[in-house]
T-cell receptor, first 115, second 117 residues
Framework: NAGVTQTPKFQVLKTGQSMTLQCAQD?????MYWYRQDPGMGLRLIYYSASEGTTDKGEVPNGYNVSRLNKREFSLRLESAAPSQTSVYFC??????????????FGNGTRLTVT | KQEVTQIPAALSVPEGENLVLNCSFTDSAIYNLQWFRQDPGKGLTSLLLIQSSQREQTSGRLNASLDKSSGRSTLYIAASQPGDSATYLCAVSPRWGWVNRDDKIIFGKGTRLHILP
């Protein structure tokens, strides 16, 4: 059981370049999320998708776009990367949101450096 | 706005000791509270989820408690081992956050635990 799979694991971009982070889950979850984790800031929600066909902004959406391609896949796109987007990006999924017994499951992350 | 705090930020204890990690939150209107473990360079692994209606959950050497009235949760680790060394995070799912679009799942900044052999 793979759970939540993210690709790539590492990426280095130059300022202004674009890239897409991929995420797929095999748990038949309805809801998916993108977080970024920075030292001293903790985990912050970028975008989420409550169900297939819907997406919504989180706490720090500026500079990002997302696509819920189907129930399994949720991608995060940086159109014009900036050094401030250097971070570790995590994809997560849960059965539904919000619900008392719906835990979050995380991927292993993508470590992105923008020079 | 919901705030989640974990104190201390770092903790070192000798192997074999029992220990308690703390998580406090400001708004008791929650769906659940979840404890995670994060190893360096890795993602978050879910340890325990306590629903709003529950007082505690147990898994092996781990026991998590929830006291909504005081805004506190504790993660108890029995007979600690060097393999328990990691960062432990708690996260709260606010009951009204998704409707109001103010708060989503709010994470604490974690407690970095080091078990001394």
């Amino acid at each position: 059981n793979a759970g939540v799979t993210q690709t790539p694991k590492f990426q280095v971009l130059k300022t202004g370049q674009s890239m897409t982070l991929q995420c797929a889950q095999d748990m038949n979850h309805n809801s998916m999320y993108w977080y970024r984790q920075d030292p001293g800031m903790g985990l912050r929600l970028i975008y989420y998708s409550a169900s297939e066909g819907t997406t919504d902004k989180g706490e720090v959406p500026n500079g990002y776009n997302v696509s819920r391609l189907n129930k399994r896949e949720f991608s995060l796109r940086l159109e014009s990367a900036a050094p401030s987007q250097t971070s570790v990006y995590f994809c997560a999924s849960s059965e539904v949101i919000p619900a008392p017994n719906s835990p979050l499951h995380f991927g292993n992350g993508t470590r992105l450096t923008v020079t | 706005k919901q705030e989640v705090t974990q104190i201390p930020a770092a903790l070192s204890v000798p192997e074999g000791e029992n220990l308690v990690l703390n998580c406090s939150f400001t708004d008791s209107a929650i769906y659940n509270l979840q404890w995670f473990r994060q190893d360096p360079g890795k993602g978050l692994t879910s340890l325990l989820l306590i629903q709003s209606s529950q007082r505690e959950q147990t898994s092996g050497r781990l026991n998590a408690s929830l006291d909504k009235s005081s805004g506190r949760s504790t993660l108890y680790i029995a007979a600690s081992q060097p393999g328990d060394s990691a960062t432990y995070l708690c996260a709260v799912s606010p009951r009204w956050g998704w409707v109001n679009r103010d708060d989503k799942i709010i994470f604490g900044k974690g407690t970095r635990l080091h078990i001394l052999p």
